[in-house]
């Protein structure tokens, strides 16, 4: 299956890293090349992109999509070891970050990668093909831990019902397939709720991030991304749901933040001083067009901030 994706916010975030022709950048999710592709057309001869990619497929299709361009270098690794690779490469600092979370299109649409609770397949959601897969989790974890997954990355109200009929389940023979998984969680939905989406949608979230530990590799992600920026450098991020939003948005207001002594105290003592600035005071969201040609953008934030020239 040819690697097909389409690249979201695009010209906002292309727009929003204000890309120096000269300049060194980092894709830290290159997918197929899309983003890649566009801040490799405004870089000269001078500049340079590293594109990093834990999937091998994608590192094939963004080696094809990216191979007119002799300044690109193209690392399989996660993005959360940005900065190891940066040093594998003699770069001590860049000029802009893009980090694009979480699963791909032409992942969701490859039934063979277990992503999707449409179509057949192995239970497996790994975006590197290796270590612990989802039909690891279900089968093994305990229901205890289930549970826990299921709440805090799925957000799911049911999880409970959900990991009783799931352990029921797995009691009389393993549970391996995303239909065989997706049944299950039907049934122990109540009618009611089924009306509101698809009753999988939550838990298939939920095990795609454990088994990936996403919401770990985002946090170590974004300070690594961080300390690697230049002066007047960018990090721009991408999220597709509240969880990671979150973090994103803390992390750059923890950035921005200044003195954090009492207002009573006549002079600062802690002496913090702000590493960065907000870009985008609020996330943007894809318009009204985008969406018409990509359903699958809708929830999609885009957030940037720029790290400061100085710490006064």
């Known amino acids: ?43 000269n001869s001078e500049g340079r992109l590293i594109a990093i990619d834990q999937d091998p497929d994608a590192i094939a299709a963004a080696t094809e999509r990216l191979k007119q361009f002799d300044n690109v270098t193209i690392i399989r690794s996660n993005f959360s070891n940005i900065k190891g690779v940066l040093m594998s490469l003699g770069i001590c600092g860049v000029d802009g970050v893009l980090l694009d979370i979480g699963v791909s299109s032409w992942q969701l649409d490859s ?24 039909y690891d989790i279900v089968n093994s974890c305990e229901p205890g831990e289930l549970v826990r997954i299921l709440s805090i990355y799925g957000e799911e109200k049911f999880a409970k019902n959900i990991v009783r009929s799931i352990v029921k389940a797995r009691d009389v023979k393993p549970i391996e397939t995303t239909l065989e998984l997706a049944d299950i969680i039907r049934d122990a939905y109540p009618m ?20 990936n530990g996403e919401l770990d590799r985002l946090k170590e992600g ?39 002594c009492p207002s009573d105290f006549p002079i600062c003592v802690c002496g913090n001083k702000p590493k960065a600035e ?15 040609d990509n359903n699958r953008a809708r929830s999609a934030k885009l957030r940037i901030c720029q790290r400061r020239t100085t710490s006064a």
């Open 192 to 211: 009611k709720a089924r009306q509101k989406g698809h009753p999988a949608r939550k838990t298939f979230q939920a095990l795609r991030i454990a088994v």
């Open 222 to 260: 974004l300070v690594n991304a961080f300390d690697v920026l230049n002066p007047d450098g960018r990090l721009a991020v991408i999220t597709f749901h509240s969880l990671e939003d979150r973090i994103v948005k803390k992390q750059m207001a923890d950035w921005c933040v200044g003195c954090t």
């Open 111 to 134: 039934p063979e990668r277990g992503f999707s609770y449409h179509y057949d397949a192995p239970l497996d959601m790994r975006m590197s093909r290796e270590g612990t897969s989802a």
């Open 1 to 43: 299956m040819e690697f097909v994706h389409k690249s979201v916010l695009l010209d906002e975030t292309i727009n929003g890293l204000n890309i120096k022709p000269d300049g060194t950048y980092v894709d830290g999710t290159a997918g197929g090349g899309g983003h890649s592709f566009h801040i490799a057309s405004r870089l």
């Open 278 to 292: 907000l870009v985008t005071r609020k996330p943007i969201e894809p318009s009204e067009d985008e969406l018409l």
